[in-house]
C-alpha cells in the first residue's frame, strides 16, 4: 500500500468525523442538557458559537493572473564579456592564455556575468554581495587562544625545588663495569 493511499483514507475519515460532528454535536448536547449533566450550558453556547461561525461565509480566493513571458530579443543565457577579457584570450601568444582569461572571468559574480541564474545550486550565491558581511579573519581567532593557552603570561621562573641536585651526600657515577664516587 502506498503513502498516498493512507493520507487520502485518513483525510476521508476526518472529513466525515467532521461532518458527523457537525450534524449531531447539537442533540448529543441537547439530550445531556435534558438529563442535567453540569456545566453543560456552557458547551452548548460554544457549540453555538462553533456553527455560527462554521456558517459564516467564505470570500472566494481571487485567481492570480498568469505572468505573460516577454520574449527576449536575444536568447543569450550570458551577458556580453567585456573586451578587455576577450583581449586576453584572443590578443595573447602566450601558452597559458586560456587559464588568464578564466582566472579574470571567475572574479565576477555570477549575476554580473549571466542575466538569470541558470542553475538551481546558484540561489545560494546569487545577489551574495548585497547581504553578505565582513568576513572576520579567521587566523587571528586561532592565534589568541595560541596565545593565551601555550606561551607564559610573565618571565621564566626558577625551576622548583625538587628539580634540583640532592644536597650533601656522595654523587655516584656507575657504568656496567665499575662505579666511583667522587
Request: with cysteine.
Amino acid at each position: 500500500m502506498s503513502y498516498e493511499f493512507h493520507v487520502d483514507a485518513m483525510k476521508r475519515s476526518l472529513r466525515r468525523n467532521r461532518w458527523w460532528y457537525q450534524a449531531n454535536i447539537m442533540k448529543v448536547l441537547q439530550d445531556c442538557k435534558e438529563k442535567g449533566v453540569r456545566d453543560i450550558e456552557t458547551s452548548v453556547a460554544l457549540a453555538e458559537q462553533l456553527f455560527a461561525i462554521l456558517e459564516q461565509p467564505v470570500a472566494k480566493a481571487t485567481p492570480v493572473p498568469s505572468h505573460d513571458l516577454e520574449p527576449f530579443e536575444k536568447d543569450d543565457l550570458m551577458k556580453p564579456v567585456e573586451p578587455e577579457v576577450l583581449n586576453l584570450l584572443y590578443g595573447s601568444t602566450d601558452k597559458g592564455a586560456a587559464e588568464i582569461y578564466f582566472k579574470a572571468r571567475t572574479k565576477k559574480a555570477p549575476e554580473d556575468k549571466y542575466y538569470f541564474r541558470i542553475a538551481t545550486n546558484w540561489d545560494y550565491g546569487w545577489q551574495q554581495k548585497q547581504s553578505r558581511q565582513r568576513a572576520r579573519d579567521v587566523n587571528r581567532g586561532r592565534c589568541a587562544i595560541l596565545r593565551d593557552t601555550f606561551y607564559r603570561k610573565n618571565n621564566l621562573a626558577p625551576d622548583p625545588q625538587h628539580y634540583s641536585q640532592p644536597a650533601g651526600g656522595e654523587i655516584s657515577i656507575c657504568s656496567e663495569y665499575s662505579c666511583s664516587f667522587n
